[in-house]
């Protein structure tokens, strides 16, 4: 039966949550990060225009509640993955977000991730009693490239139990970026279509890493390499560190907060590995040619279209 009810719980195939919930979907793109959205590309497949934002199904909005009772049944909490469809501060969706505040302040027993790439907004959009930040909200932005720094500015302003850094995809080095303020980072090269002519130099992600040991309180997640498909290349960051775990596989650097009260398990082996022919194609191809175009192509966006029936629903 315990076995049964974590199951119900990780059913996404982002490695860093255990579930998504989305209030609405659609969106539109605000930088160079947005390239490739998937939520684009699940929308026009779905014969949806991407950049209109629509409300999900009423079984969406009763999901949180279903989830919040499993986990609490165990005593523990799940990670939620928050409008993994859109984003939670799109202007679109203001007259909407009271109900969502009043869902993700009733559900205790969840973990609301809400990554944003308008960090800008998040002031005018709080409810009337956040006070310091809700215990079990977590509050991130997006920074891929070195233009979107501002946004650490704006996040570092609103209080909040815990604030990340969602750098995926990683398009630069950020060698010189300020994780001040921060308690997560999650790290990634794009998947989708342009990954290719957006391929993320694991010396980048490197970089980030040995930064983030300066700080005692930040956990840090690798994610996955450039690939077609998300979740792939995951040991990609512990191959270029030459960092072994104790099965003499290459390590998954994938390091998680500590939750407000404790997490249910979390399945942090998901995703695909490098073979050492696929890393030694990743990591000795420059940008300008496909030489790792093979490691992953087999593969499509199926899981991003599995996804999206789920939130359509
Ligand atoms: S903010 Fe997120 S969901 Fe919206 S267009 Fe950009 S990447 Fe896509």
Redesign the pocket.
């Known amino acids: 039966m315990t076995l049964l009810i974590i199951n119900s719980l990780i059913e996404t195939l982002i490695a860093w949550a255990h579930h998504t919930v989305n209030f609405w979907w659609g969106?539109?793109?605000?930088?160079a990060?947005?390239q490739g959205?998937?939520?684009?590309e699940a929308m026009t497949k779905k014969h949806l225009n991407f950049n209109v934002v629509r409300l999900t199904s009423p079984a969406q909005w009763d999901k949180p509640y279903r989830l919040n009772h499993s986990a609490a049944q165990l005593g523990k909490c799940g990670l939620v993955f928050t409008c993994s469809?859109?984003?939670f501060f799109?202007k679109a969706a203001d007259r909407c977000r009271s109900k969502a505040w009043q869902i993700i302040r009733e559900c205790t027993n969840l973990v609301w991730i809400i990554l944003t790439?308008r960090p800008e907004r998040i002031n005018e959009c709080l409810p009337d009693d956040w006070g310091n930040g809700y215990p079990n909200v977590w509050l991130g932005t997006t920074v891929g490239v070195k233009d979107s720094y501002p946004r650490l500015d704006h996040l570092r302003a609103i209080p909040c139990a815990l604030r990340i850094i969602s750098i995926e995809p990683l398009l630069q080095s950020l060698d010189d970026i300020d994780l001040t303020g921060f308690s997560w980072l999650l790290v990634g090269g794009m998947s989708g279509p342009t990954w290719e002519q957006n391929r993320m130099e694991i010396r980048w992600a490197a970089e980030l890493y040995e930064k983030s040991r300066a700080y005692p309180n930040l956990a840090y997640f690798y994610k996955q390499s450039s690939a077609y498909r998300s979740e792939c290349g995951i040991d990609g960051l512990g191959r270029y560190l030459n960092m072994l775990d104790d099965d003499g596989t290459f390590a998954l650097i994938r390091e998680v907060p500590p939750t407000p009260i404790p997490m249910l398990p979390l399945s942090i082996n998901k995703g695909h590995r490098f073979t050492d022919e696929q890393w030694k194609r990743y990591h000795t191809t420059n940008s300008s040619t496909n030489g790792s175009e093979s490691a992953f192509s087999p593969e499509s966006l199926v899981q991003i279209q599995d996804a999206s029936q789920e939130v359509a629903k």
């Not at 969106?27 to 930088?31: D, E, G, N, R």
């Not at 959205?37 to 684009?40: A, D, I, L, S």
């Open positions: 969106c539109t793109m605000v930088s990060e947005c959205c998937y939520v684009e469809y859109s984003d799109h790439k």
